[in-house]
């Protein structure tokens, strides 16, 4: 007898998790039934879940924080006991537009094509607009992030807009935006029609930045404790598989069938493997940890990850500083329930629930209650470290800049 | 009270404003068009903003209403808990609403529970439709079929019927299936 979970989704590279735990038999394996909802936006794929459609969703992680904060919404408190995956995604602009910025094609020193976009901005005798996929995304504040740190003011010198990811790329042609941060396909659709050229990508901004998250309403997951522990250790096994280089043409080819991603294989092949097509006739390049969805306990749900989002919330004027809605924020990640379900596995556990996010720059282990765990550089492009417990100073510091 | 349904259906966006026009609803204003949508609403100033739940640029929308400085602040989906139920209908009905600020559930829920009903009424008629157009599109090919079984084997319309109703019905396969089979074989092998 199993147990059916519905979980919502949107068409993109880091929908994968779900996606090879239902194909590959992960989650027949922990008795679920995975039955697997596409929608076209993130409203309504957080609809869904709020009202009882789907159990469990893919979800840009600061909409949870926004839903369970009641931001355009009733608040509805949802949890995150695991991540779906880390970065992801890139920066894709005009090709004119590139030209200015960087050596088509390549990858950049991150700093300098910050420096000539805030010369761009200066000098344009217009707002350059940029096309972020939701309000509440991890695209929107690594974005912003970017811009203030180069010295581009996100709230005055340039324009953002939301712009759903299947039309990102017919916005960069129209002219409707002059760049894009989106998720995967989609800048690499950009890049094979020839409309842009990724000049940045999210990895290259923050090395460990926390991306899609698994979302579930705290009151399913308090009632369905066991389903979603089995739910988590399908989806840590299906991380293995993504994450597997022997299996990746396999990996691609179930992600861009029809009723998933819909897509070409070739550029959802390239996604995963972090094999970046920079620019259309270039040479695919390889971005290590382009797409971050396994080692170094990726899934983990850190808590300081959550407090770094609403840091980035308050600086984009989304949220009022707020002690309490602070609070509320970093337990909408739930480490907690990761353990519980994973210790079974014997995989490593990382023993703290939040860490200085940014603070590594050698390979560094960390104290676990299980296995043995290092994690890799995680710094931030400009160098600034984020303690989860000084927001005020960390605030104070990026009003500065 | 002001009602705008933005729907790139302009038909369902008919059936769902006769809706509600016919409860004496008639502060009404349908959006089709992407363009200038955001202006058209705030110039237009609704209570209510009903929204196919399929449609593909809500997170757009969500965010230009989330900066407008004309619209008091709509709202995603009015609840308060007493009305998860009628919340479920909805989402189950593809039927999304913005609530501007203030206004009381009481006052909403008629019109969702309208919306809720039109939206199912519409899935209900293009089922039909295409119920419709299959049933047609069948019966021209038993009749083309028919037409062939005359001629090649000289037999009368009952007869010819007769045979593709047997024929089907020995092998477990609908009428026209089969009927569809015998013409792609005539096809084939070029009216021989």
Same mark, same amino acid.
């Given at each position: 007898?199993?147990e059916?979970m519905?979980?919502?989704?949107?068409?993109?590279? /880091?929908?994968?998790l779900?996606?090879?735990a239902?194909?590959m038999?992960?989650?027949?394996?922990?008795?679920?039934?995975?039955?697997?909802?596409?929608?076209?936006?993130?409203a309504?794929v957080?609809?869904?879940?709020?009202?009882?459609?789907s159990?469990?969703?893919h979800?840009?992680?600061?909409?949870?924080?926004?839903?369970?904060l009641?931001?355009?919404?009733?608040?509805?408190?949802?949890? +995150?006991p695991?991540?779906?995956?880390?970065?992801?995604?890139?920066?894709?602009?005009?090709?004119?537009l590139a030209? =200015?910025?960087?050596?088509?094609?390549?990858?950049?020193?991150?700093?300098?094509?910050?420096?000539?976009?805030?010369?761009?901005?200066?000098?344009a005798?217009?707002?350059?607009?940029?096309?972020?996929?939701?309000?509440?995304?991890?695209?929107?504040?690594?974005?912003?992030y970017?811009?203030r740190?180069?010295?581009?003011?996100?709230?005055?010198?340039?324009?953002?807009?939301?712009?759903?990811?299947?039309?990102?790329?017919d916005?960069?042609?129209?002219?409707?935006?002059?760049?894009?941060?989106?998720?995967?396909?989609?800048?690499?659709?950009?890049?094979?029609r020839?409309?842009?050229?990724?000049i +940045?990508?999210?990895?290259?901004?923050?090395?460990?930045?926390?991306?899609?998250?698994?979302?579930i309403?705290?009151?399913t997951?308090?009632?369905?404790?066991?389903?979603?522990?089995?739910?988590?250790?399908?989806?840590w096994?299906?991380?293995?598989?993504?994450?597997?280089p022997?299996?990746?043409?396999e990996?691609?080819?179930?992600?861009?069938?029809?009723?998933?991603?819909?897509?070409?294989?070739?550029?959802?092949?390239?996604?995963?493997?972090d094999?970046?097509l920079?620019?259309?006739d270039?040479?695919?390049?390889?971005?290590?940890?382009?797409?971050?969805?396994?080692?170094?306990?990726?899934?983990?749900?850190? =808590?300081? =990850?959550?407090?770094?989002?609403?840091?980035?919330?308050?600086?984009a004027?989304?949220?009022?500083?707020?002690?309490?809605?602070?609070?509320?924020?970093?337990?909408?990640?739930?480490?907690?329930?990761y353990?519980a379900?994973?210790?079974?596995?014997?995989v490593?556990?990382?023993?703290?629930s939040?860490k200085?996010?940014?603070?590594?720059?050698?390979?560094?282990?960390?104290?676990?209650?299980q296995?043995?765990?290092v994690?890799?550089?995680?710094?931030f492009?400009?160098?600034?470290?984020?303690d989860?417990?000084?927001?005020?100073?960390?605030?104070?510091?990026?009003? =500065?800049? | 009270?002001?009602?705008?349904?933005?729907?790139?259906?302009?038909?369902?966006?008919? +059936?769902?404003?006769e809706?509600?026009?016919?409860?004496?609803?008639?502060?009404?204003?349908?959006?089709s068009e992407?363009?200038?949508?955001?202006?058209?609403?705030?110039?237009f100033?609704?209570?209510?903003?009903?929204?196919?739940?399929?449609?593909?640029?809500? /997170?757009?929308?969500?965010?230009?209403f989330?900066?407008?400085k004309?619209?008091?602040?709509?709202?995603?989906?009015? +609840?308060d808990?007493?009305?998860?139920t009628?919340?479920?209908a909805a989402?189950?009905?593809?039927?999304?609403?913005?609530?501007?600020?203030g206004?009381?559930?009481?006052?909403?829920?008629?019109?969702?529970?309208?919306?809720i009903?039109?939206?199912?009424?519409f899935?209900?008629?293009?089922?039909e439709?295409?119920?419709?157009?299959?049933?047609?599109?069948e019966?021209?090919?038993?009749?083309?079929?028919?037409?062939?079984?005359?001629?090649?084997r000289?037999?009368?319309?009952?007869?010819?019927?007769t045979?593709?109703?047997?024929?089907?019905?020995?092998?477990?396969?609908?009428?026209?299936?089969?009927?569809?089979?015998l013409?792609?074989?005539?096809?084939?092998?070029?009216?021989?």
């Amino acid at each position: 007898m199993t147990e059916t979970m519905r979980i919502g989704f949107l068409p993109l590279v /880091d929908a994968g998790l779900p996606i090879l735990a239902r194909e590959m038999g992960f989650a027949e394996d922990e008795g679920l039934t995975f039955d697997l909802v596409r929608d076209m936006s993130w409203a309504t794929v957080c609809d869904r879940l709020l009202y009882g459609h789907s159990d469990a969703a893919h979800l840009v992680a600061p909409l949870a924080i926004a839903t369970t904060l009641g931001l355009g919404r009733p608040a509805v408190p949802l949890s +995150v006991p695991f991540v779906l995956g880390l970065n992801g995604n890139a920066i894709t602009v005009r090709p004119d537009l590139a030209e =200015q910025l960087t050596t088509t094609g390549t990858p950049g020193d991150i700093r300098e094509i910050g420096r000539r976009l805030a010369t761009v901005v200066r000098k344009a005798g217009r707002k350059l607009r940029f096309g972020v996929v939701h309000r509440y995304s991890s695209h929107n504040y690594m974005l912003r992030y970017w811009l203030r740190a180069s010295g581009i003011d996100p709230n005055q010198d340039v324009e953002i807009v939301t712009v759903a990811p299947p039309f990102a790329t017919d916005a960069l042609s129209s002219g409707e935006v002059d760049g894009i941060c989106v998720g995967e396909p989609w800048n690499s659709v950009a890049v094979d029609r020839g409309v842009g050229v990724i000049i +940045v990508v999210t990895s290259q901004i923050w090395r460990r930045g926390v991306e899609k998250v698994l979302a579930i309403k705290s009151e399913t997951m308090t009632q369905r404790p066991e389903a979603t522990a089995r739910l988590l250790r399908a989806l840590w096994r299906a991380g293995q598989a993504f994450a597997d280089p022997a299996r990746l043409d396999e990996v691609a080819a179930i992600l861009a069938q029809p009723e998933y991603l819909d897509g070409s294989q070739e550029l959802i092949r390239g996604a995963v493997a972090d094999q970046i097509l920079f620019a259309r006739d270039h040479e695919r390049i390889h971005v290590p940890d382009f797409m971050f969805q396994h080692r170094e306990a990726a899934n983990f749900p850190w =808590q300081s =990850q959550a407090a770094w989002l609403y840091a980035q919330m308050c600086a984009a004027g989304h949220v009022t500083s707020d002690a309490t809605d602070y609070e509320t924020a970093q337990r909408v990640f739930r480490p907690d329930i990761y353990r519980a379900a994973l210790a079974p596995l014997g995989v490593p556990l990382p023993g703290a629930s939040a860490k200085l996010e940014g603070g590594l720059e050698l390979p560094t282990g960390v104290g676990t209650t299980q296995g043995r765990l290092v994690l890799g550089p995680d710094r931030f492009f400009d160098g600034r470290p984020f303690d989860p417990e000084r927001l005020d100073q960390y605030l104070a510091e990026l009003a =500065q800049i | 009270m002001r009602i705008a349904i933005v729907d790139e259906s302009p038909a369902r966006a008919a +059936v769902i404003q006769e809706g509600l026009q016919s409860s004496g609803l008639t502060d009404i204003l349908v959006l089709s068009e992407r363009k200038d949508l955001v202006a058209r609403i705030e110039t237009f100033g609704p209570d209510v903003i009903l929204m196919d739940l399929a449609n593909p640029r809500r /997170d757009e929308l969500e965010e230009l209403f989330a900066v407008s400085k004309a619209l008091a602040k709509p709202v995603a989906m009015f +609840v308060d808990s007493s009305d998860d139920t009628a919340m479920e209908a909805a989402v189950e009905a593809g039927v999304s609403a913005y609530v501007v600020d203030g206004l009381k559930a009481a006052r909403i829920r008629p019109i969702l529970e309208l919306a809720i009903k039109r939206f199912h009424a519409f899935a209900r008629l293009r089922l039909e439709l295409d119920e419709a157009k299959t049933a047609l599109a069948e019966r021209d090919v038993i009749d083309r079929a028919k037409r062939l079984l005359m001629k090649k084997r000289n037999i009368d319309e009952p007869a010819a019927y007769t045979l593709l109703r047997k024929t089907a019905m020995d092998n477990g396969r609908k009428i026209a299936d089969v009927a569809d089979a015998l013409l792609t074989a005539e096809k084939l092998m070029g009216g021989l």
